[in-house]
């Protein structure tokens, strides 16, 4: 169907009412960069409540997660009558509230005539109803999480089917590396993990099933920490999932990591998953510069150490440590040039937790696939997200690649969460020309700093600190609450401008002698990370750091003195 074009106009201008911009002028490709013969536009250039997940029908309807998710909208779907690769005519449905404070929705896939979606703690469905755009019965309830969840680290749902019926949900680990205490410094890791029995790996089901518990599931694989990236590739017909790596190496064994290595270490590992296979958590992590897999420090290892590590599955890939692979996808069109037929592409969210150097990712990556194994190195296949290099805080990202999906024609679409931009991505060139000439521009992209290894002296941002206070900061603060104090969003609360900082000193210091857990909001925005206790640090550094974040990022508090967290620090001993 053709638009004339004074309608046209008039839902441009409808979008600007509804929040919901296209109309911007954009440059060229929407920003992004990519392999010679490849062309970008910017689909919907804003969503408001931001979009995770995707998939797309095989009428064309472009249906997506939203993060921002409410009793009135949790989807949404999107047209495009005219092929120009604009949207023109989006809605939303399937409204739920999240459980948490926040939404952590993970999965959007098309099966046997439903979309399949999920919060943090429940799979859902519905059934498409063909020629329409929302479907018309009620939705499905196929998978509920029932565990008891207080701040549950990786509580994601993506989902995944195989060639048989079969659903694949993961159950995250409730922990980084199963310590007790929880994330604090030097604390050993229990052994067995209790955890492994409900979490850190991936369960299969009926996708036909509904009502399903754990219970009804069967434990497909283990030691897998956390799970956002992962799809079923029907060639070789293996599950493959890009784990996240776990975090904190520096913060809670300063005497054993450099800010260098915790920085770049451990890997994301791209992992084929067969019945049974184990990949190590907690108990072990992959090493990309040493090409293996090492014990962790919580169970005796110094990061060279391999131990019971021999024991567990390696990865196919190990990729750089943080870079948020939060999407992976098999491309089965016919679009692209041959090459890309049957590989995978990943979407990676970009660090949060590089500090004290730049943070790193925010691109999509190309791995080449034959007979089932990677055929090739990784390549960026899509870059120009961030919209600049250095990253030094994650907040100054324009925009940051959350979710892939295809259409039946072989058409990429890609999303981002920052704000709720989607892209569509076609291929214009010589399908039979296309080569490694075509590729060079993009491997060159290798050499950006939010891509190559830093280096250890002159990209560590932290090596002009002019206080001691300062360079506490850089080395452990800076990792979550980010260079310039503004954190990260549902993550990591903000230093800048708020009561927290300069508000009690007594409150503070014990956050950094005791840590935190659970949900904070600051400025109307929840917060769930989980803040360590520092009492490893020295009174002196822990005044000199609460002095500087107190005097930075646009608070002005007084200092807090030495004399002051000693005599807070011993209270807390008597105790």
Not at 253 to 272: G, M
Not at 436 to 451: F, P, S, V
Request: aromatic share 12%; glycine share 10%.
């Amino acid at each position: 169907m053709k638009f004339a074009q004074f309608t046209k106009v008039w839902l441009i201008c409808l979008f600007i009412i509804l929040g919901l911009s296209r109309c911007a002028e954009q440059p060229s490709n929407g920003g992004l960069l990519l392999p010679n013969g490849f062309q970008s536009v910017v689909m919907v250039d804003s969503v408001p409540e931001r979009v995770r997940h995707m998939a797309v029908s095989d009428e064309g309807v472009l249906y997506g997660n939203l993060r921002n998710s409410d009793e009135k909208a949790g989807i949404i779907a999107i047209a495009d009558t005219d092929d120009d690769g604009e949207a023109d005519i989006i809605e939303k449905f399937g409204g739920y509230r999240s459980r948490q404070s926040w939404s952590y929705s993970t999965a959007m896939r098309i099966y046997n005539g439903y979309i399949y979606f999920s919060s943090e703690l429940v799979v859902y469905r519905y059934k498409l109803t063909p020629g329409t755009m929302v479907p018309e019965g009620e939705v499905e309830i196929v998978v509920t999480d029932d565990h008891e969840h207080g701040k549950h680290e990786h509580i994601g749902k993506p989902i995944a089917f195989d060639n048989e019926g079969h659903l694949y949900v993961p159950f995250g680990a409730p922990s980084n590396a199963c310590q007790e205490p929880k994330r604090t410094p030097g604390a050993q890791g229990l052994d067995p993990c209790p955890q492994l029995e409900h979490h850190g790996g991936v369960w299969r089901f009926d996708a036909n099933k509904l009502g399903q518990t754990q219970e009804d599931g069967y434990k497909y694989a283990s030691g897998i920490r956390s799970v956002v990236a992962m799809d079923w590739n029907s060639v070789d017909e293996n599950l493959y999932i890009v784990m996240h790596g776990r975090d904190d190496l520096l913060r809670l064994f300063p005497d054993k990591y450099s800010p260098w290595e915790s920085a770049l270490l451990p890997s994301e590992e791209f992992i084929r998953v067969t019945e049974g296979s184990n990949f190590g958590w907690p108990y072990c992590y992959y090493d990309q510069m040493q090409g293996k897999k090492v014990l962790g420090p919580e169970y005796g290892g110094d990061g060279k150490i391999i131990g019971r590590c021999d024991e567990f599955d390696d990865p196919i890939i190990g990729f750089p440590g943080h870079w948020a692979p939060n999407d992976l996808v098999f491309y089965k069109g016919g679009q692209f040039p041959e090459r890309y037929k049957n590989g995978a592409f990943i979407a990676f969210h970009g660090s949060t937790n590089r500090a004290p150097y730049p943070q790193s990712g925010y691109f999509v990556a190309f791995v080449p696939f034959k007979d089932g194994a990677p055929s090739g190195d990784w390549e960026v296949f899509a870059d120009g997200f961030a919209g600049i290099d250095p990253i030094e805080s994650v907040k100054d990202a324009h925009f940051r690649p959350m979710g892939i999906a295809f259409d039946k024609d072989g058409a990429m679409y890609l999303s981002d969460s920052v704000k709720g931009r989607i892209w569509k991505i076609t291929f214009y060139g010589d399908k039979g020309a296309f080569g490694e000439a075509d590729l060079a521009d993009m491997e060159k992209r290798k050499l950006a700093t939010h891509i190559r290894t830093p280096d250890q002296v002159n990209d560590n941002l932290g090596r002009n600190a002019s206080s001691p206070g300062e360079s506490t900061y850089y080395t452990y603060c800076s990792t979550c609450h980010q260079k310039d104090g503004r954190g990260a969003p549902g993550r990591f609360p903000p230093l800048a401008n708020t009561d927290w900082v300069a508000g009690d000193k007594e409150r503070l210091v014990k956050i950094i002698l005791k840590g935190m857990e659970g949900s904070i909001e600051i400025k109307g925005e929840a917060y769930n990370g989980v803040m360590p206790q520092h009492s490893f640090l020295s009174n002196e550094e822990i005044s000199g750091v609460l002095t500087y974040i107190r005097s930075n990022f646009g608070n002005d508090a007084s200092a807090v003195g030495t004399d002051e967290v000693k005599k807070i620090r011993n209270s807390m001993d008597k105790i």
